[in-house]
């Protein structure tokens, strides 16, 4: 399969524990995107890289949101002292250019 | 504000009826509107619009672009059970290099036998 991965796909936590994501984007896509979705909602734009470069955050990503693609290949996102409201669907998406390819997103529900 | 507005949120039909779901947006530095499917899981891709007045058509599945009047529509003709899925509009107006994508809420379509 040469799709996005992401890894895991659910993950249940207890408030105030730290959970780190993981995307594995299409080989030859150089933008890898992260997305929030939640319950009757389409996504909500979060972050964006540019092969290693992250060249924007959304005001929604708080300071306890990281993420990082050391290599300009895998991405990660990672959420310190989770908080019940950030239960969601969190997406990766990637692209050459203007067209995104949405991985099946990780789920997470913090207790 | 929402900028990018679809309409109905939600919409049930009967296999063999045809749909047109509403993309609305108001924005600044339009650049493209891309149509999603999602089931329970990722939006797959349906369709890229850039151009006003140019159909773009894959099976059952068409949409078109107004840029004057600032909307979309997506088309299914002769609805199956396994179009139920929600259905989401996103545009990118970003600018620059980054084509993020600001979605709508989505329209919920049930397709029953």
């Known amino acids: 399969d040469t799709g996005v991965s992401q890894d895991p796909r659910h993950k249940i936590t207890k408030r105030g524990q730290n959970v780190t994501f993981r995307c594995d984007p299409i080989?030859?896509?150089?933008?890898l995107y992260w997305y929030r979705q939640t319950l009757g909602q389409g996504p909500e734009f979060l972050t964006y890289?540019?092969?290693?470069?992250?060249?924007?955050k959304s005001r929604l990503l708080s300071d306890r949101f990281s993420a990082e693609r050391p290599k300009g290949s895998f991405s990660t996102l990672e959420i310190q002292r989770t908080e019940q409201g950030d239960s969601a669907m969190y997406l990766c998406?990637?692209?050459?250019?203007?067209?995104?390819?949405f991985g099946p997103g990780t789920r997470l529900l913090v207790l | 504000e929402d900028k990018v507005v679809q309409s109905p949120l939600s919409l049930v039909v009967h296999e063999g009826d045809t749909v047109t779901l509403n993309c609305s947006y108001e924005?600044?530095?339009?650049?493209?509107l891309l149509w999603y499917k999602q089931e329970k899981k990722a939006p797959t891709f349906l369709f890229m619009l850039?151009?006003?007045?140019i159909e773009k058509k894959s099976g059952r599945l068409s949409s078109i672009l107004d840029k004057k009047e600032l909307f979309s529509i997506l088309n299914i003709t002769a609805t199956q059970t396994g179009d139920s899925a929600v259905y989401l509009c996103?545009?990118?107006?970003?600018?620059?290099?980054?084509?993020?994508?600001?979605f709508g809420k989505g329209t919920l379509l049930t397709v029953n036998p």
């Open positions: 080989s030859e896509h150089n933008r």
């Open positions: 890289f540019q092969n290693e470069a992250q060249l924007e």
């Open positions: 924005v600044t530095n339009f650049r493209s």
């Open positions: 996103a545009v990118d107006y970003s600018g620059g290099s980054n084509y993020k994508l600001t």
């Open positions: 850039t151009s006003s007045g």
């Open positions: 998406a990637s692209s050459s250019k203007g067209t995104q390819y």
